[in-house]
């Protein structure tokens, strides 16, 4: 179990590449040539983030950490103030956003502790 905790992070980069790398020719599909480009970049440094991750590399491992303590913040603030979402998810709006943030901490403090990083220096 402490092998997931260790990269965690890692594992979500990853998947968000995969679905980056699956957008990319069904937005291609749709007439869109810009977009797919913004998302092909994106998921090449998620890739490389996460590839990185995985060797080890303790400033990478870092800015994973300050990435997923904004993505944090911006859930939390989310909760209060998103309209879109709430419109869009209604009575499902609290507890998506909600179980996704504890979701997200939790990983986010395991992934800190178990490899033993310092946010603050």
């Avoid at 989310?78 to 979402?85: E, I, N, R």
């Avoid at 709006?93 to 179980?99: I, K, N, Q």
């Amino acid at each position: 179990m402490t092998l997931f905790f260790r990269h965690s992070l890692e594992y979500i980069c990853f998947s968000l590449a995969a679905v980056h790398c699956l957008l990319v020719p069904w937005s291609f599909f749709k007439g869109h040539y810009v977009i797919p480009t913004i998302m092909l970049v994106s998921m090449l440094i998620f890739y490389r983030l996460a590839k990185a991750g995985l060797s080890n590399v303790v400033w990478v491992k870092k800015l994973l950490s300050y990435g997923f303590v904004v993505l944090c913040c911006h859930l939390f603030f989310a909760l209060f103030h998103a309209k879109m979402p709430r419109e869009l998810l209604q009575l499902w709006f609290f507890p998506v956003y909600a179980s996704l943030l504890l979701l997200l901490l939790f990983l986010l403090f395991k992934y800190i502790r178990v490899n033993r990083i310092s946010l603050l220096s």
